[in-house]
């Protein structure tokens, strides 16, 4: 029976927010405690950070460190799931090279997922003249790296949120091609969509699509209690609530979007005085009951948003300790990512080793050179 193995993980681009937290740290740990997965990978994407980075390595380097502490203070163990360094494992540059001639510029340019990472950062179709800001091509190139990086582990999941949905197509598309080409050699992957549809593209606190560090809207794991609470006060509601008294809309309002994704049902009577004020009193059970009140009309945002507070803290409390004690170990937590680094560099040596039998371009593998010193003599005697 063939294994099942996970690849996923994040550019080192900044502190880890909530949105990566519900769109996919949260299902890592409970997939990685789940017992399903032969291995899982986690990769610390600083490769291709610096395709749009290369100007500035520093801050590549300096938050491989961030996120491996958000990692393992969310939860991943490095003795069930693999962390390491994208950049260590040499083995991923030799499989992108050789899969750059199974995809067409065309096609990369039809990718909707690089269109609008393009987009998003402004490069331009031109970098003539004083315009500097053309699209590198390692950046262009990334979804031929990304499918090196799932197929060289033979994963056969890839956990990633809806807007990467065309990165796993086109590894599919590149793993057929080399298959059909050089004989089954590499393994087709599945994705796996967060399962909350709140969690598929979490909102930033000012109510834009994207939650970004360049935006200023996110939420840290590791922001401080006050920190959190200034944020979530802050965030954007309902812009025709204006009276406690009038009926509130629940559709596009960011807080709870982020009630949706975080709320349970046990966090009604453990915050219960959240509804408790000076003229009202609410008693709810459920995130539907709550809807339903602040629909109707008398349920005031700062009560909701008081809850969402308490809510996410009470979530994000035991992550923010967990990492002011490894933030006290830093040797422990680069060993962790020396030793993972040293394990997906050998298997992904072994499927770099089978895509190169599978070329015929493995010359000087043991019984591979005598039989080609052989072919090649008899073909100069005749």
């Known amino acids: 029976m063939s294994k099942k193995i996970i690849l996923t993980g994040d550019r080192p681009t900044g502190r880890l927010h909530i949105g990566h937290f519900v769109g996919s740290l949260r299902r890592r740990v409970e997939l990685q405690e789940s017992g399903l997965f032969d291995k899982i990978f986690i990769m610390i994407a600083d490769a291709q950070a610096l395709t749009d980075n290369a100007d500035n390595p520093e801050k590549v380097r300096q938050n491989i ?123 087709e992957p599945e994705i796996m969509l967060p399962d909350n549809a709140a969690c598929l593209r979490l909102p930033g606190t000012d109510g834009k699509a994207k939650m970004s560090k360049s935006l200023g809207n996110c939420i840290y794991l590791s922001d401080s209690a006050d920190e959190l609470w200034a944020k979530v006060k802050g965030m954007y509601t309902d812009p025709l609530h204006l009276q406690v008294s009038d009926p509130g809309h629940i559709e596009g309002n960011t807080v709870f979007t982020y009630l949706d994704a975080f709320c349970r049902d046990e966090h009604f009577p453990k915050f219960r005085e959240c509804f408790i004020g000076k003229k009202v009193s609410f008693e709810f059970n459920s995130l539907d009951e709550l809807k339903e009140q602040y629909k109707a009309g008398g349920l005031g945002d700062m009560m909701i948003k008081k809850f969402l507070f308490e809510v996410l803290n009470d979530i994000l409390s035991p992550i923010r300790e967990r990492r002011h004690e490894l933030e006290k170990n830093i040797p422990y937590v680069y060993e962790v990512l020396r030793k993972g680094s040293e394990v997906a560099r050998a298997e992904a040596a072994d499927t770099l080793a089978a895509v190169k039998r599978a070329m015929r371009i493995n010359y000087f593998d043991a019984g591979v050179l005598d039989e080609l010193i052989a072919e090649q003599t008899e073909r100069f005697k005749a």
């Not at 961030?66 to 994208?86: M, N, R, W």
């Not at 086109?170 to 057929?176: A, K, M």
Request: charged share 20%; glycine share 6%.
């Open 65 to 187: 460190i961030e996120v491996a502490l958000d990692y393992l203070s969310c939860g991943l163990d490095p003795s069930k799931s693999t962390i390491f360094i994208q950049s260590q494992v040499s083995e991923l540059t030799e499989l992108t090279f050789f899969y750059n001639n199974l995809v067409t510029v065309q096609r990369l340019q039809r990718n909707p997922t690089v269109k609008a990472e393009i987009q998003m950062r402004g490069f331009s179709d031109s970098d003539e003249g004083d315009n500097k800001a053309g699209t590198p091509v390692g950046f262009f190139c990334y979804p031929i790296s990304q499918a090196a990086d799932i197929t060289a582990f033979k994963a056969t999941t890839v956990p990633v949120g809806e807007d990467q949905a065309p990165m796993i197509e086109q590894t599919r598309e590149i793993v057929r091609k080399f298959n059909s080409t050089y004989g089954e050699t590499l393994v």
